[in-house]
């Protein structure tokens, strides 16, 4: 299961940080990043981080957004600077690991939460 907090409006140039928290039977992680799609447009990549520290931004995020994870939390952030109306979107946390029950892989999405930026 994963709960998502931190959407909202901001105005262009604001800020705002974005919280995914898993739970429920799960043994680890691989996997945890932030998803993007906004009206009439595909889903598209926002930040994936790995179980390392392994990165990895959409080009036109990069500089400005930065994601982050508290293992011991199994939760991971997104911290968004400098953001512009483009960024408008609904952002859905994405989780890949195994399972504690049967060691099966699993891949997980979120509800989703709303980021609107005004221009």
């Known amino acids: 299961r994963l709960v998502e907090s931190g959407g909202g409006l901001v105005q262009a140039g604001g800020a705002l940080r974005l919280s995914c928290a898993a739970s429920?039977?799960?043994?680890?992680?691989?996997?945890m990043g932030w998803y993007r799609q906004a009206p009439g447009n595909q889903r598209e990549l926002v930040a994936v981080?790995?179980?390392?520290?392994?990165?990895n931004y959409g080009d036109s995020v990069k500089g400005r957004f930065t994601i982050s994870r508290d293992n011991a939390k199994n939760t991971v952030y997104l911290q968004m600077n400098n953001l512009k109306a483009e960024d408008t979107a609904t952002y859905y946390c994405n989780v890949k690991g195994v399972t504690r029950t049967g060691k099966f892989e699993f891949e997980s999405w979120g509800q989703g939460t709303l980021v609107t930026v005004s221009s």
């Open positions: 981080l790995t179980s390392g520290t392994s990165t």
């Open positions: 429920g039977g799960i043994y680890s992680i691989n996997e």
